[in-house]
T-cell receptor, first 108, second 114 residues
Framework: TQLLEQSPQFLSIQEGENLTVYCNSS?????LQWYRQEPGEGPVLLVT?????EVKKLKRLTFQFGDARKDSSLHITAAQPGDTGLYLCAGVGNKLVFGAGTILRVKS | DAGVIQSPRHEVTEMGQEVTLRCKPI?????LFWYRQTMMRGLELLIY????????DSGMPEDRFSAKMPNASFSTLKIQPSEPRDSAVYFC????????????FGPGTRLTVL
C-alpha cells in the first residue's frame, strides 16, 4: 500500500512568516499533486509536479519534487490570512493517494 | 461551468436508515470518484468509475455501501443500513483525460448518522 506522510499536522503562524510543509513516501510516484481545501468546500488543485527535482512557483508558494520522486515540499513565503486552510499532497498512480493533510492557520 | 454538483449538502439520519448521496460530474469528464473524509482517516477513496464502469471499489468499507453510475452525468452512493461510524463528509470528484489528471471536487455532503 502506498502511503504519504505529511508534516506537520498543524501549523499556526503569524502573518508574514514563512513556512514549509513536507510530504514523504517510501513509494515512487509518476507525479505528485498539492491541493488546498477550505472549510465547507472540496479540495482544489494547486499544482502538479512531474519531474524529479522539479520546482514550481505559484506566487508566494514554491513546490519541489524530490529527485527520487518520493517526497515533496511546499514552501509559503510571507504567509497571509488567506492562506489558511488544509493542504493535501496526493501521489499520482493508477489513482490518487492522499496524505492526511496539514492544517495551516495564519493569524493577522 | 457549474462544477461538480452534490446533493444533499447536509444529511442527518438515524442509525439503520438508508442514505443516498448524489453527484453530477462536470460535463465531458469520463472519470468519477467517491471519497470519504474524516478527521481520523483523512481523505479516502471509496470507488471510482471510468466511462460509467466501476474500476476500483477496493475502498468501499463493506457491503452496506454501494455505488452506481447509470449514465455519464449522474452517480449515487448508497449506504444501507447506515451506522453512526459512517458519519463523515463524502466528496464526489470528476476528471477528464488531461495530462495532469486533475480532479475537480464537489462541495461534499456532510452526513451525520445518529
Amino acid at each position: 500500500t502506498q502511503l504519504l506522510e505529511q508534516s506537520p499536522q498543524f501549523l499556526s503562524i503569524q502573518e508574514g512568516e514563512n513556512l514549509t510543509v513536507y510530504c514523504n513516501s517510501s513509494s515512487v510516484f509518476s507525479s505528485l499533486q498539492w491541493y488546498r481545501q477550505e472549510p465547507g468546500e472540496g479540495p482544489v488543485l494547486l499544482v502538479t509536479v512531474v519531474t524529479g527535482g522539479e520546482v514550481k512557483k505559484l506566487k508566494r508558494l514554491t513546490f519541489q519534487f524530490g529527485d527520487a520522486r518520493k517526497d515533496s515540499s511546499l514552501h509559503i513565503t510571507a504567509a497571509q490570512p488567506g492562506d489558511t486552510g488544509l493542504y493535501l499532497c496526493a501521489g499520482v498512480g493508477n489513482k490518487l493517494v492522499f496524505g492526511a493533510g496539514t492544517i495551516l492557520r495564519v493569524k493577522s | 461551468d457549474a462544477g461538480v454538483i452534490q446533493s444533499p449538502r447536509h444529511e442527518v439520519t438515524e442509525m439503520g436508515q438508508e442514505v443516498t448521496l448524489r453527484c453530477k460530474p462536470i460535463s465531458g469528464h469520463n472519470s468519477l470518484f467517491w471519497y470519504r473524509q474524516t478527521m481520523m482517516r483523512g481523505l479516502e477513496l471509496l470507488i471510482y468509475f471510468n466511462n460509467n464502469v466501476p474500476i476500483d471499489d477496493s475502498g468501499m468499507p463493506e457491503d452496506r455501501f454501494s455505488a452506481k453510475m447509470p449514465n455519464a452525468s449522474f452517480s449515487t452512493l448508497k449506504i444501507q443500513p447506515s451506522e453512526p461510524r459512517d458519519s463523515a463528509v463524502y466528496f464526489c470528484a470528476s476528471s477528464g483525460s488531461g495530462r495532469d489528471n486533475e480532479q475537480f471536487f464537489g462541495p461534499g455532503t456532510r452526513l451525520t448518522v445518529l
